[in-house]
C-alpha cells in the first residue's frame, strides 16, 4: 500500500517538553506507516503516541507536556482521505472544481465559538485523562488540495473571523506552503510556531 502520510503536530508551548512531544508523535507514526489503512487504525496510533508522550512527561516531571496532531492519510486507491486529530491544527479539504472548503477535523479550541479567543485549548495529547481522538473518512475528487497547519498560521490569517475562505483563496493563489507561513508570519496576530502542508490531489 502507497504511504502519502502528512502531519502536523504543534508542541504545547508554555510547558516543558513540547519539542519532545512533537517528536514522539512523528516517530510514532513513521514507525506505523504500513498499518494506518482505517480510522480505527489512525486512532490507535495516536493513543499509543498518547500513552508515550504522558509515560515521558512522567520520566522528566513536565507536567503539561505535549502536543496537537494532525494526521492524514491519502489511499489514492479509494479516493478517499482518512484522517485523525487532536488539539485545534486544522486539516481542510479545498474542494478543486467548487467554492468550497470542507473541515476534515473537529478544534479542540474555542475559536468557533469564540473567534476572539485564539490561545484556549481544551484537549491535546499528552495531557490530562483519557484523550477523545477525532477521525473521519472522506472521499476526494483529482484537483482537490490537502491542506494540514497549526493554529499559529490559521488563527493569524483568519484573524477574528471565521471566513475559511480566506485560507482557501491564499492558497489557491500562491500554492505553495512557504508562502502560507510567510502570510501568517507577517500578519503577526498571534506569536505562535507556524508550520503548514499543503498536498495536491
Not at 468550497?100 to 491535546?124: A, C, G, H, T
Not at 495531557?127 to 472521499?139: A, E
Not at 489557491?172 to 496576530?189: D, F, H, P, Q, W
Amino acid at each position: 500500500m502507497t504511504n502519502f502520510v502528512f502531519t502536523v503536530a504543534d508542541g504545547v508551548g508554555g510547558y516543558l517538553g513540547a519539542k519532545e512531544a512533537s517528536e514522539i508523535a512523528v516517530q510514532i507514526i513513521k514507525d506505523k506507516l504500513m498499518i494506518l489503512d482505517s480510522e480505527k487504525a489512525l486512532e490507535t496510533c495516536v493513543f499509543e503516541i498518547d500513552r508515550k508522550i504522558k509515560e515521558r512527561a512522567k520520566e522528566l516531571h513536565n507536567l503539561g507536556m505535549g502536543t496537537t496532531l494532525a494526521l492524514a492519510k491519502v489511499l489514492p486507491e479509494r479516493k478517499t482521505i482518512l484522517t485523525a486529530n487532536v488539539g485545534d491544527s486544522p486539516i481542510f479539504l479545498i474542494k478543486g472544481g467548487e467554492d468550497k472548503v470542507i473541515l476534515l477535523y473537529k478544534d479542540d479550541s474555542e475559536r468557533f465559538e469564540d473567534p476572539n479567543n485564539m490561545w484556549s485549548i481544551n484537549q491535546y495529547l499528552g495531557f490530562g485523562g483519557r484523550v477523545t481522538i477525532h477521525t473521519k473518512s472522506t472521499d476526494y475528487d483529482k484537483e482537490d488540495i490537502l491542506l494540514l497547519c497549526s493554529d499559529g498560521i490559521s488563527d493569524n490569517i483568519l484573524g477574528t473571523t471565521n471566513d475559511i475562505s480566506k485560507l482557501r483563496d491564499l492558497v489557491l493563489k500562491n500554492k505553495s506552503a512557504k508562502a502560507l507561513v510567510e502570510i501568517a508570519m507577517e500578519t503577526g496576530l498571534k506569536s505562535d510556531d507556524m508550520s503548514a502542508v499543503i498536498v495536491f490531489l
